[in-house]
């Protein structure tokens, strides 16, 4: 089990988990805190919809790409530990949405593949080995063990991140939520009053599904913009309910 004061569920190639991730980084490198990073796939969580009928073109795909990554990260915890998952994970967001200037929802599912994986992977100095594991769904086990604890943890009706507060004992939510990446004396003040909030044990909610569009590159909006405001209901620009 997880020796943490955090532990953080992530889907590799959801854009929100991706910038509150850059926020617990900033704070955990001016704080004494230990993270672990877990797996919730997004693919899973939605097992049950009909993504044709619910979502807009490309979630799917994109979805997959992120369980075929989740299945890389997977093989990576097992054989080279924990720590190497958080800079696999790093990598992968900062390829994925920091790098490049994509719109198109669909081009997700481009980065489960090696083409997108294998730099990566020689930058971090790690086996190409460890791309077989795309499309080696006997970890999809473990991958369903961890989004079923992330999930038993919340209630179902959430997305990605999940963060888990003190585990085991502390209480655990869907996000924070972010569209902007906080100044780094901004970053140690959200968290303290996000602990504060969880901290309380009959704290359940906050939520607004009103969000701005990630500041993130691979949507178009500089380090320095606003990106346009949109309704994410669902969680996930998801046409129904």
Not at 48 to 73: C, K, M, N, Q, W
Request: hydrophobic share 40%; glycine share 8%.
């Amino acid at each position: 089990m997880s020796e943490a004061d955090l532990n953080f569920y992530f889907d590799p190639l959801c854009p929100f988990a991706w910038m509150t991730s850059k926020w617990v980084r900033m704070v955990t490198a001016q704080r004494a805190y230990t993270v672990d990073w877990r797996f919730v796939s997004l693919r899973m969580v939605n097992a049950s919809i009909d993504y044709e009928a619910h979502f807009p073109p490309g979630y799917e795909a994109g979805h997959t790409a992120g369980l075929r990554l989740l299945r890389v990260a997977a093989r990576t915890r097992a054989e080279f530990g924990r720590e190497a998952v958080g800079l696999l994970y790093a990598s992968i967001g900062a390829q994925a949405f920091d790098t490049v200037v994509d719109l198109d929802e669909s081009a997700r599912a481009d980065r489960g593949n090696v083409a997108f994986l294998q730099p990566i992977l020689e930058d971090l100095a790690l086996p190409l080995t460890l791309a077989d594991a795309l499309d080696d769904d006997s970890y999809d086990g473990v991958l369903h063990r961890e989004t079923d604890e992330a999930l038993a943890l919340t209630g179902k009706d959430v997305g990605t991140p999940i963060l888990h507060f003190a585990p085991p004992d502390g209480v655990a939510f869907f996000g924070p939520v972010i569209s902007r990446l906080p100044s780094e004396e901004d970053a140690t003040r959200l968290w303290d009053n996000i602990v504060g909030l969880s901290s309380f044990p009959g704290f359940a909610e906050l939520k607004r599904s009103l969000r701005e569009r990630p500041q993130l590159r691979s949507f178009g909006v500089d380090d320095d913009a606003v990106g346009v405001e949109e309704d994410w209901h669902g969680g996930s620009r998801r046409l129904k309910k």
